[in-house]
């Protein structure tokens, strides 16, 4: 009963934050979630505490996550580590000596065995910067046939990869893709020979099963050569793609789904569009402007009809945005302080989440002590109300700065239209070159990974 009001508690604070940190989080394939079965979840794991956040907005509940066991070795972690419900388990790399994980997995296998048991594990075993996937450990494999003996029936593994617009930056964009999930049941049988154990001691089934995860994550994970491909194929593609969508956004689904195709393209061709993509920027950079103000369509009407909205909008919910912004902005310069202290990129997402769900409620609690609300009503009301006031201050701090920009950039089209014929014609330039990368790269199927070069893995 506790457990379950936690976890409830859990996943509000868990999409509360990230509607703070991300303008948006996407979801491919939620239709292959799953019903009613126990699940397995396992995912790449490039932005720390933020990974796990996503993976409970996607599936709308609290796994039982497996972490690395050092993380206990911090006593302030602890008490969150506990709030959590994470279970530890020891990687060998930590543990001089034999490895024993026998009560965290056995802990699982209790989850797994019932109908809707849900556990998340991040199979490459660290988070890191790269974007590619690292190689898979044996210990998702090992879990599930574990939990399958131990009675975990209709047991399926579900393969999550999550890409980020990028990791470092506030309010950027994210991306969950469901996988086809793996049926252990209907697997097993090719799995196990016969008259061989089905469980995690066959060390042949675990490490056929671990390559089948593998398999099946990698094509759903980002895959390229290093941050630096990874930025310049995703921004190439969002221009490409919005020359589709007009005035409309890119949805970062089918972003990623161009810049993963363009990676596989020869070398030569992904040399041609890095060119034509880095004359393009200086053009953009010569003018002030950004890629959507050079969309067909963008006009002085167009102009006028966004003022319009967005002065009504922030008139209609100043009152609101006031009071948020006075009682988040505080704890809001907290989490970027001790964000900015911390060296290593992959470690920033964490310090933030962590960071966030400690300052935040505080503030609400000490600003409900403040108000001198003893009410039950009154005080849930108010403790609803504060963070709703927090996203309505920082939308329309967004629209006020995208109002700013869009004017500045339609004073740069009206000044220097001279130069605009040139621009548009380096533009058509990318956008050509994406179009001939993307039809030089072979197709990445939807249930299989090729290789780097495009081969079978």
């Given at each position: 009963?506790?457990?379950?009001?936690?976890?409830?508690?859990?996943?509000?604070?868990?999409?509360?934050?990230?509607?703070?940190?991300?303008?948006?989080?996407?979801?491919?394939?939620?239709?292959?979630?799953?019903?009613?079965?126990p699940t397995l979840i396992v995912a790449n794991h490039f932005n720390g505490l933020a990974d796990a956040a996503i993976l409970v907005h996607v599936f709308g509940r609290v796994p039982r996550f497996l972490?690395?066991?050092?993380?206990?070795?911090?006593?302030?972690?602890?008490?969150?580590?506990?709030?959590?419900?994470?279970?530890?388990?020891?990687?060998?790399?930590?543990?001089?000596?034999?490895?024993?994980?026998?009560?965290?997995?056995?802990?699982?296998?209790?989850?797994?065995?019932?109908?809707?048991?849900?556990?998340?594990?991040?199979?490459?075993?660290?988070?890191?910067?790269?974007?590619?996937?690292?190689?898979?450990?044996?210990?998702?494999?090992?879990?599930?046939?574990?939990?399958?003996?131990?009675?975990?029936?209709?047991?399926?593994?579900?393969?999550?990869?999550?890409?980020?617009?990028?990791?470092?930056?506030?309010?950027?964009?994210?991306?969950?893709?469901?996988?086809?999930?793996?049926?252990?049941?209907?697997?097993?049988?090719?799995?196990?020979?016969?008259?061989?154990?089905?469980?995690?001691?066959?060390?042949?089934?675990?490490?056929?099963?671990?390559?089948?995860?593998?398999?099946?994550?990698?094509?759903?994970?980002?895959?390229?050569?290093?941050?630096?491909?990874?930025?310049?194929?995703?921004?190439?593609?969002?221009?490409?793609?919005?020359?589709?969508?007009?005035?409309?956004?890119?949805?970062?689904?089918?972003?990623?789904?161009?810049?993963?195709?363009?990676?596989?393209?020869?070398?030569?061709?992904?040399?041609?569009?890095?060119?034509?993509?880095?004359?393009?920027?200086?053009?953009?950079?010569?003018?002030?402007?950004?890629?959507?103000?050079?969309?067909?369509?963008?006009?002085?009407?167009?102009?006028?009809?966004?003022?319009?909205?967005?002065?009504?909008?922030?008139?209609?919910?100043?009152?609101?945005?006031?009071?948020?912004?006075?009682?988040?902005?505080?704890?809001?310069?907290?989490?970027?302080?001790?964000?900015?202290?911390?060296?290593?990129?992959?470690?920033?997402?964490?310090?933030?989440?962590?960071?966030?769900?400690?300052?935040?409620?505080?503030?609400?609690?000490?600003?409900?002590?403040?108000?001198?609300?003893?009410?039950?009503?009154?005080?849930?009301?108010?403790?609803?109300?504060?963070?709703?006031?927090?996203?309505?201050?920082?939308?329309?701090?967004?629209?006020?700065?995208?109002?700013?920009?869009?004017?500045?950039?339609?004073?740069?089209?009206?000044?220097?239209?001279?130069?605009?014929?040139?621009?548009?014609?380096?533009?058509?330039?990318?956008?050509?070159?994406?179009?001939?990368?993307?039809?030089?790269?072979?197709?990445?199927?939807?249930?299989?990974?090729?290789?780097?070069?495009?081969?079978?893995?």
């Amino acid at each position: 009963m506790v457990r379950g009001t936690l976890d409830r508690l859990l996943v509000g604070l868990a999409l509360l934050v990230l509607r703070g940190f991300y303008r948006c989080v996407e979801v491919e394939g939620r239709e292959r979630l799953p019903r009613g079965r126990p699940t397995l979840i396992v995912a790449n794991h490039f932005n720390g505490l933020a990974d796990a956040a996503i993976l409970v907005h996607v599936f709308g509940r609290v796994p039982r996550f497996l972490a690395k066991a050092t993380l206990w070795e911090r006593r302030w972690a602890r008490p969150f580590l506990a709030l959590a419900g994470l279970l530890p388990v020891q990687r060998r790399q930590d543990a001089p000596g034999t490895v024993d994980n026998r009560q965290a997995f056995a802990r699982s296998y209790e989850v797994l065995s019932r109908r809707r048991g849900l556990v998340a594990i991040f199979p490459e075993g660290v988070t890191h910067d790269a974007p590619a996937l690292a190689p898979i450990r044996t210990g998702a494999a090992r879990l599930a046939l574990g939990a399958r003996a131990w009675g975990a029936e209709g047991l399926a593994i579900v393969p999550v990869g999550m890409a980020f617009d990028d990791k470092l930056a506030l309010r950027s964009r994210a991306l969950a893709r469901v996988g086809w999930p793996l049926d252990l049941d209907e697997e097993i049988d090719a799995l196990v020979r016969p008259g061989e154990p089905a469980d995690e001691t066959n060390r042949a089934a675990v490490q056929h099963l671990t390559q089948e995860i593998e398999r099946r994550l990698r094509a759903v994970s980002p895959d390229y050569r290093d941050i630096r491909e990874a930025r310049v194929l995703s921004r190439a593609a969002e221009i490409a793609e919005r020359s589709e969508h007009r005035r409309g956004g890119v949805p970062m689904v089918e972003q990623e789904a161009l810049a993963q195709r363009l990676a596989y393209a020869p070398r030569e061709v992904i040399d041609e569009l890095t060119d034509a993509l880095a004359r393009y920027h200086l053009d953009l950079e010569l003018l002030g402007l950004r890629d959507h103000q050079l969309v067909p369509g963008y006009t002085a009407g167009q102009l006028l009809v966004g003022f319009l909205k967005t002065a009504a909008l922030v008139a209609l919910m100043a009152p609101f945005a006031v009071v948020g912004a006075a009682v988040h902005l505080l704890p809001y310069w907290l989490v970027v302080a001790t964000s900015r202290a911390v060296r290593k990129p992959v470690m920033k997402a964490t310090t933030r989440f962590l960071v966030a769900v400690a300052v935040f409620p505080l503030t609400w609690l000490t600003v409900l002590w403040l108000s001198g609300q003893r009410g039950l009503a009154a005080s849930v009301l108010l403790l609803v109300g504060l963070p709703a006031t927090g996203i309505i201050a920082v939308a329309c701090f967004e629209r006020l700065v995208r109002a700013r920009r869009a004017w500045r950039g339609w004073q740069a089209l009206r000044d220097r239209r001279a130069l605009l014929d040139d621009i548009l014609a380096n533009r058509e330039r990318l956008v050509t070159a994406v179009r001939t990368a993307a039809e030089a790269a072979p197709a990445r199927p939807a249930a299989t990974a090729p290789d780097r070069r495009g081969g079978a893995s």
